[in-house]
């Protein structure tokens, strides 16, 4: 009897403390779920904030304002002997032809001062934009055009809202009587903004709106190309054959040990050995993509072997043992199993190596690819710039314009690690096999 | 004990040795990982178109003979072997003898069934293709379906030949291993634990199959279970601590075995 009172005294408070010590589980786990979630939300957060601020500050350099204007091609200007000669009809001026236009649109009168103020309303290139048309079509010459030139910068502001004509004249980049033109020429239809095409056709300028990112693009796209031939095939072979063929012994442990070292080296030091090995020994040409690419290559070297040698161990050794037991032979256990097996991987860690590259900066700026390079490179030894590298420089200019430029090309560099990763994630899921 | 050995490797000569010709003989078999001695001077002689079963506790040495037969044990860097494995006269540890060619002969199925991920199809087709086996397509086909017919899955799979091995019940994923083994025309058949991963219904299929095989192969099976080597072989061999202790016909080494240690062993005392 005296037993079972005791044990309607303890069990309560067994099950009290129970139940309090439940409680406190269910509590550690939901505050840890908690703070995970807060972690995602706050990343989140900062990717939207990011974009935000890069897609705001950019979309406005993928418009640019033009102004249509009626443009008398005369001989006596471009053209006075006659010859139709490309050396000569590419020297003409054919800014005089393109300003006589506007003044005539604006009907600025004689004077000298206000010719120059109308004259600013135009970019600089757009001598540029009337040769190529003459070049393209000697023809015209001696007719009127019709054409679509590109706007000054300032122009390109005010249109886009970043001059605020509340300013008093004295402190804004455009004065009341520009402004005046502007709006006259608003009124007559002949502004207007269009897809900034220039963005794509054009390299290096001075001018924001006539720069682009054509130098940058066809740099980026020549070293990727070295990398993709260089650092894919020498990688994995690499790594296929410290994975299956080569003997485990203090060597290849200490090859080991330096590939996983060289994965960590930062970048600038592969733009310092570039400089030492492939400039100053070999002589190859500063500034060019294959410098830059082979730089590329190196640093991207480790990544792809340490990737694909995780891939390839992580094929399961039963299959091997299954084709090794029919008499398949190492080779062909590795090109008919391993590797189909494998490829997901690689492909991954491969392409995820190529956005590294593509997105690098440091090594480049040792090997002198900061530089202005207003032609587009006809082969990787002539000079180019790279995507990251013209990001870089239109950051530190000064003009107005570059910001949205800046802008932009973070976009467009943006985009294409986007859709390399799409493409890793695409490539992944097409060769995934169970087992 | 030497004399006492020599006498366990044929106990009274078996009568299945005495009726078949030997197809596989072992004689002072060493085989070391690094610094352990996993099978010490063993000797035996196994008969064609016969099932023999390697029984004993786990780490007597059962399975690293078994691979030892067809060197599937070059793969394990620290392992050496000596003494001399003769199939049909030839030493299969002789310098000129192609691994590949070994394998193509001596047949294995593993003990967790291992298609590759690929279609039913192309797992029995892998073995003929790479040794060249069939000279045409219809060839090709022909000793697939005769291969999946002889490891009792034809009828299972010939409507969805194209549909991956994986996809395959546990039991038929060892039975198109087991195809895939006889498409490259083996003369021996290692087995190892064929079952140890399988139900009893799939068991019971693998263990009628294998003796359906035993009219054309030489059968060498491992298993942990003392019934399936009881219920499929005809020989049996009793395996611990790396030696081989005795060696004979199935049914009188369960009902009457030589050696106290197997009579242990068969009656649960360790093991």
Redesign the interface.
Known sequence: MSMTVSEQKTMPSRAASTAAHLAKRHRVEKRFRFYGAAAIAFCFLAVIVLFASIVSKGYPAFLQTHVTLSVPLDEQVIDPAGTRLRNDLYIADYTKLARQALYTALDTGKDRASRKKAGQLLSRGVDVELRDLVLADPSLIGTTVEVSLTAADNVDALLKGAIDRNVPAASRQLDDQQLAWIDKLIAAGKIHKDFNWTLFTRGASSQPETAGLLVALIGSLYMMLTVTFLAVPFGVAGAIYLEEFAPRNKWTDLIEVNVNNLAAVPSIVYGLLGLAVFINAFGLPRSAPIVGGLVLSLMTLPTIIIATRAAVAAVPPSIKEAALGIGASKMQVIMHHVLPLAVPGILTGTIIGLVRALGETAPLLMIGMVAFVVDPPATPLEPATALPIQIYMWATSAERGFTALTGAATIILLLFSFAMNAVAIYLRRRFERRW | MSEAFQTLVTPANPRILAERPVKMSARSVNVYYGEKHAIKNLSIDIPDRAVSAFIGPSGCGKSTFLRSI?R?ND?I?SCRVSGDIVIDDKNVYDRDLDV?????KV??V?Q?P????KSIFENVA??PR??GIARTKSELEDIVVSSLRKAGLFEEVKDRLDHPG?GLSGGQQQRL?IA??I??NPEVILMDEPCSALDPIATARIEELIDELRQNFCIIIVTHSMQQAARVSQLTAFFHLGTLVEFGDTDEMFTAPQEQRTQDYITGRFG
């Open positions: 067809n599937m793969t860097p590949v060619q070994l394998r193509a047949g294995m593993f967790k291992n298609p590759f991920p892998y073995g790479i040794h994986t291993c895939r083994a498409a490259v």
